[in-house]
């Protein structure tokens, strides 16, 4: 079973940027697509962006396209999210997500999930 932990999350400006880091443990990183998620406060988690096992397929929400960008780095068993022109509403708790295709990439499917990671952006 692979296990998960998330870092880079805090405080940043509208405009501004944060990178988040997912390393994971155990099991074959190798082996799962990837994916972001966020919750904010009141509202159900939500999909960010995924990630194919070989990097060559990406998918984002339609809220973050062309801000944020995902990747991986196979070797190091990391995948990260860079968020650039940060806005007020991408405030929310980050969870990193494990899974077996990037095609079903969807809450109720997900059985690896990381201990998420605050990100507050202020206006």
């Known amino acids: 079973q692979v296990q998960l932990v998330e870092s880079g999350g805090g405080l940043a400006q509208a405009g501004g940027s944060l990178r988040l880091s997912c390393k994971a443990s155990r099991g074959t990183f190798s082996g799962y697509a990837m994916g972001w998620f966020r919750q904010a406060p009141g509202k159900e988690r939500e999909f960010v962006a995924a990630?194919?096992?070989?990097?060559?397929?990406?998918y984002y929400a339609d809220s973050v396209q062309g801000r944020f960008t995902i990747s991986r780095d196979n070797a190091e068993n990391t995948v990260y999210l860079q968020m650039n022109s940060l806005k007020p509403e991408d405030t929310a708790v980050y969870y990193c997500a494990a899974h077996s295709t990037v095609l079903t990439m969807r809450v109720p499917s997900i059985r690896y999930w990381g201990q998420g990671t605050q990100v507050t952006v202020s206006s």
């Open positions: 990630l194919s096992q070989n990097g060559g397929t990406t």
